[in-house]
């Protein structure tokens, strides 16, 4: 047998035990909204787990981490820099965030803003913002498929069909299973990585350089400057560094669909729990990050950072170690995707498209809505993935800056009395406009300071003056009449 | 909602001092550490230590709400 059939069909057989496993998760359980979106809220300490590293790890982190290290240097610090962090941030944040969740019945990131400002035009707007900026980051998972599958195949299957196959495999579990489709996944899909990332991540600098010590010791006596910020970047500094781990240690969280893994909890309790174990699985992160140094000896003058990884895996091992990898890598793709249509598409028909252009739809039919745009979306994020040449990545940096400026109104909304509806829609406004103006026109970072962090900044200050001129309407979560209308009834009585 | 209790804020506070604002300390390539440049090592060295001011706040939270309203804090 070709090398290319080999690896092929361990990827394959990889792909579709990992598939499998989503379909049948949805066994002895009726789908209906609340079973599809946040699993009737059953999950133990390591189903939370499995789903939040699930989606945490995506294809953005495991090629372009190791792509940073490669053509940047010392600023891809800035990801285990961030990582501990953004989970101690979860550890206030998302404990309250459940109780609410709970007691609402809240399914969604836009529901706890509806239930917390009683606007259904805020929270539409929140709804809005998470899916346009998910639709990049669904096209980013994608298009990283693609190039994993055709790697891994040595070019025998050519990206677009990969990517076809794939992504059709994720929608059809998300359709079938939900969210216990999406945590079943990632039982296969944690095990297989953490196993090869640890293996690669010690391996591969122990074969070029007989140990992780001296890659380093070559690598700080031949290009000193690449370790250390700004590595071989111009204007990626100490200053960046702050600002971007500061940005997205809060604004990480922000994500609508870790809103939707937190509700699936079954005590807030879990939550912390997890929010204290979490920082430990960023060490794959760093094994990661090994690989790619590594190439900046092995494979100097590679055009594709982000293929660093991949092709130094085929350059050292046999073609069944990079079926392995191709299949690990693939479901790595896969199920940040399936998360991410699965909270686009409930965010689009539960607190879009209902309140304002069909209130009268029932709870079912939102459900039959949101696996149609399940659908939608997939197409959607195929279409930009194969016909659009231009790079999203700047999109998908834009949506980490835009979906952290929901921060002000989560974090006001759990601990502040005086935060007004108005403050907070006008803060996100202007924070996502300022993002959006300094990044598309080329200026992050903006004198040395991440632009979703100046952001973030004016944003609160807005929200602050805004709040103090204009006059509460609802100043917590504990007024009935604004409670979730159809939802809550039909999910208190299970919990 | 209940605010987190000042002695678990402070524990948050130390992995955030320690790995962000203080970049220029420890952002070089010498002393080596188990091989890995100092910031490598430094930012894995907290990878281990955020879990144990974590763990910290969670007992100061624990603690605190065993206080307040009994067994109710206990998870089902």
Same mark, same amino acid.
Not at chain 1, 448 to 470: C, Y
């Given at each position: ?32 909204l ?24 995506t294809?953005?982190?495991?090629l ?5 290290? !490669? ?15 953004? !989970? ?10 459940w109780?609410?969740g ?10 706890f803003?509806?239930?917390? !400002? ?8 929140v709804?809005?913002v ?6 990049? !980051? ?5 298009? &990283? ?32 299973s939900?969210?216990?489709?999406v ?39 031949a290009?000193?400057d690449?370790?250390v ?26 994500w ?25 699985y ?45 299949g ?7 199920l940040?995707?399936a998360?991410?249509?699965l ?44 016909f ?31 935060v007004t ?22 200026h ?7 632009? &979703? ?8 200050t ?27 009834a ?6 | 909602?209940t ?55 969670y ?10 309203r ?7």
């Amino acid at each position: 047998m070709s090398p290319s059939i080999i690896a092929l069909t361990i990827t394959s057989i990889i792909v579709l035990i990992g598939s499998l496993l989503g379909f049948l998760a949805r066994f002895h359980h009726k789908m209906d909204l609340e079973q599809w979106t946040v699993a009737g809220r059953g999950f133990g300490l390591v189903l939370v787990w499995l789903l939040m590293a699930g989606e945490i790890y995506t294809t953005f982190t495991f090629l372009g981490a190791s792509g940073w290290a !490669y053509s940047r240097g010392g600023p891809v610090l800035y990801v285990i820099g961030y990582a501990p962090l953004m !989970y101690v941030v979860s550890f206030y944040i998302l404990p309250p965030v459940w109780e609410v969740g709970r007691k609402h019945g809240l399914q969604t990131q836009a529901d706890f803003f509806q239930v917390r !400002y009683g606007s259904k035009y805020l929270a539409a707007f929140v709804a809005l913002v998470g899916v346009v900026f998910l639709i990049p !980051y669904l096209q980013i998972q994608v298009t &990283g498929l693609g190039l994993i599958v055709e790697v891994a195949s040595f070019g025998g299957i050519h990206r677009s069909l990969a990517m076809i196959i794939g992504v059709s495999l994720v929608a059809g579990f998300v359709f079938v299973s939900g969210i216990r489709g999406v945590a079943w996944v990632s039982v296969i899909k944690d095990a297989l990585l953490l196993a090869t990332v640890l293996f690669i991540g010690i391996a591969i600098p122990r074969i070029y350089f007989g140990g992780i010590g001296k890659m380093f010791a070559a690598l700080a006596s031949a290009k000193p400057d690449h370790l250390v910020m700004p590595g071989s970047t111009t204007n990626l500094g100490h200053l960046w560094y702050v600002s971007s781990v500061f940005m997205t240690a809060v604004g990480f969280y922000m994500w609508p669909q870790y809103f939707a893994a937190t509700f699936t909890a079954k005590s807030a309790k879990i939550i912390q729990r997890n929010a204290i174990i979490m920082p430990l699985y960023s060490i794959t992160m760093s094994l990661v990050l090994f690989v790619g140094f590594c190439a900046v000896l092995v494979l100097p003058n590679l055009s594709n950072g982000d293929l660093a990884l991949l092709t130094l895996v085929r350059k050292t091992f046999p073609a069944w170690f990079l079926g392995i990898i191709g299949g690990a890598g693939a479901l790595t793709a896969m199920l940040p995707a399936a998360i991410q249509l699965l909270a686009g598409a409930t965010l689009y028909a539960k607190n879009l498209f209902r309140p304002i252009f069909a209130p009268r739809m029932t709870d079912q039919q939102v459900a039959g809505l949101a696996r149609i745009m399940v659908f939608v979306l997939t197409l959607g994020a195929l279409f930009f993935a194969i016909f659009t040449s231009v790079s999203l990545v700047s999109l998908l940096m834009l949506g980490y800056a835009g979906v952290a400026q929901l921060f002000p109104g989560v974090i006001l909304g759990l601990f502040s009395k005086r935060v007004t509806t108005a403050g907070v829609f006008a803060g996100l406004i202007i924070g996502i406009s300022i993002a959006a103006l300094l990044m598309l026109t080329g200026h992050d970072p903006y004198y040395g300071l991440n632009a &979703g962090f100046i952001a973030l900044g004016i944003n609160f200050t807005v929200t602050a003056l805004v709040s103090a001129v204009t006059p509460v309407r609802v100043g917590g979560f504990e007024q009935p009449s604004l409670a979730m209308s159809a939802s809550t009834a039909s999910s208190s009585n299970r919990v | 909602m209940t605010r987190p209790s000042i002695g678990s804020i402070l524990l948050g506070l130390i992995p955030f001092a320690a790995t962000c604002f203080s970049v220029s300390l420890w952002d070089r390539i010498h002393p080596m550490i188990f091989g890995l440049p100092f910031n490598f090592f430094w930012l894995v060295l907290w990878l281990f230590l955020t879990p144990v001011c974590m763990w910290g706040a969670y007992h100061c939270e624990v603690s605190r709400t065993k206080g307040d309203r009994g067994e109710e804090g206990s998870s089902r």
